[in-house]
């Protein structure tokens, strides 16, 4: 089974509104990334939260982690129909250092 | 323009053929990683390279080999072996050991009729 699973499978919201998603994970971990996809692209990092920090904002997104429960939120405040895509957690874990374990991700779609 | 790309976009092959899909990076960056993406799923690792001229296997290393001879490429040969290759295969670099940060290829849909 995948290291992360994020929650929930897919959002549907519409512009201005606020999306969350959120990601849990197995074994500790030394960070927690989110990615994002738009269909039939590659990935593009987001953000990067250490395991030592449990908080960290980049424009619109906020990131929380909370490592005694094994959990991770995304926020995306104010959605644009450009945030349509999907958005995985990746996690590196201690004991397999640079390698990253993605999330089956969340399908966020933004209606205008 | 830095960055990392994978062709082709789309490849079409017949069952019991190797193809090989090919991914450059000019971000001088060490390592490099090959993903499998299945609809619906995330990504799988399947084999990656830390340095020119070492590759590690990933989760899913069966029917696929890579090479490393330069530090800028990291092709990858999907083999008649792989039971499965129909799929979105995505490539990505890193700076090296201490980077945890991916950048991703644009990807290529592979199709095995």
């Known amino acids: 089974s995948q290291q992360g699973e994020e929650d929930p499978q897919a959002l549907s919201i519409q512009e201005g509104e606020n999306a969350t998603m959120n990601c849990s994970y197995k074994?500790?971990?030394?960070?927690l990334q989110w990615y994002r996809q738009n269909s039939g692209r590659g990935l593009v990092h987001l953000i990067l939260?250490?395991?030592?920090?449990r908080e960290k904002h980049s424009g619109r997104l906020r990131v929380t982690l909370d490592t005694s429960k094994k959990s991770s939120s995304l926020l995306i405040t104010a959605s644009r129909a450009a945030d349509t895509a999907s958005y995985f957690c990746?996690?590196?874990?201690?004991?397999?250092?640079?390698?990253?374990?993605f999330g089956a991700g969340t399908q966020v779609v933004v209606t205008p | 323009d830095g960055g990392i790309t994978q062709s082709p976009k789309y490849l079409f092959r017949k069952e019991g053929q190797n193809v090989t899909l090919s991914c450059e990076q000019n971000?001088?960056?060490?390592?490099m990683y090959w993903y499998r993406q299945d609809p619906g799923q995330g990504l799988r690792l399947i084999y990656y390279?830390?340095?020119?001229?070492?590759?590690q296997k990933g989760d899913i290393a069966e029917g696929y080999s890579v090479s490393r001879e330069k530090k800028e490429s990291f092709p990858l040969t999907v083999t008649s072996a792989q039971k499965n290759p129909t799929a979105f295969y995505l490539c990505?670099?890193?700076?090296?050991?201490?980077?945890?940060?991916?950048?991703f290829g644009p990807g290529t849909r592979l199709t095995v009729l």
């Open positions: 990505a670099s890193s700076i090296g050991v201490n980077s945890h940060t991916q950048y």
């Open positions: 074994t500790s971990i030394n960070n």
């Open positions: 939260i250490r395991s030592n920090e």
């Open positions: 990746a996690t590196d874990t201690t004991d397999s250092w640079g390698k990253l374990q």
């Open positions: 971000l001088n960056h060490d390592a």
């Open positions: 390279s830390q340095i020119v001229n070492d590759f």
